[in-house]
């Protein structure tokens, strides 16, 4: 079955401590995203790549961190300066290139601050 | 700053009524207007989407309908069923020349009872 996954499903941080969230993808999609969603707010883009070593800033990237060594891998990392961290996230990927390449998401990752 | 505003909020509808969520958008550079569907604790999933270039897309109980020149459009829902309770939202999306790039609106929670 080709998708994607996310990893852990739920995620608990004490507060100054990084963390690192899994996303994998079997679709052989070229670009990659990572989103938040908050109640009320929809989804809210962190970051995203278009092609293996590279990628950019969304609307919301501080606190975060990501890489992009393989194609079918981009773990995103929250790290001790994102203030306000407990959000679930989101994996998403597609094609790539034209604008209406449909975005697949993963399950996502709950993750909450104690 | 919101590209995508969406209304109502939360929608509550009786089982076999029409449900209409509306969006409008800012951004006349948005060639792609998909609907994605998400029920708690998952992943959103595409449910219709639409390119400017046609006014409505019908599929199955669904229809978007699409109006350029008032940049807004709307998800209809026919004979809504209880399984189409979930959290809906539209987005819009551009290519800025490395990615495509989705905007969402805030959702709407749609409950549809017996």
């Known amino acids: 079955d080709g998708g994607i996954t996310q990893s852990p499903k739920y995620l608990f941080r004490k507060e100054g401590q990084n963390v690192t969230l899994s996303c994998e993808q079997n679709l052989n999609h070229d670009a990659m995203y990572w989103y938040r969603q908050d109640p009320g707010q929809g989804l809210r883009l962190i970051y995203y790549?278009?092609?293996?070593?590279?990628?950019q800033k969304g609307d919301i990237a501080e606190g975060y961190s990501v890489s992009r060594e393989k194609k079918e891998s981009f773990p995103l990392t929250v790290t001790s300066a994102q203030k306000n961290p407990t959000a679930f996230y989101l994996c998403?990927?597609?094609?790539?290139?034209?604008?209406?390449?449909?975005?697949?998401f993963g399950p996502g990752t709950r993750l909450t601050v104690l | 700053q919101q590209q995508v505003k969406q209304s109502p909020q939360s929608l509550i509808v009786q089982k076999g009524g029409i449900s209409i969520i509306n969006c409008a958008y800012e951004?006349?550079?948005?060639?792609?207007f998909p609907w994605y569907q998400q029920f708690p604790g998952k992943g959103p999933a595409l449910l219709i989407a639409?390119?400017?270039?046609?006014s409505e897309k019908k599929e199955g109980r669904f229809t978007i309908s699409f109006n350029k020149s008032a940049k807004q459009f709307s998800l209809h829902i026919m004979d809504s069923q209880p399984g189409d309770s979930a959290t809906y939202f539209c987005a819009a999306s551009r290519n800025d020349g490395t990615a495509s790039k989705l905007t969402f609106g805030t959702g709407t929670r749609l409950q549809v009872t017996l």
């Open positions: 790549s278009q092609i293996v070593n590279d990628f």
């Open positions: 639409i390119r400017p270039d046609v």
């Open positions: 951004n006349t550079a948005f060639d792609y």
């Open positions: 998403a990927s597609t094609m790539g290139g034209v604008s209406y390449n449909e975005q697949f």
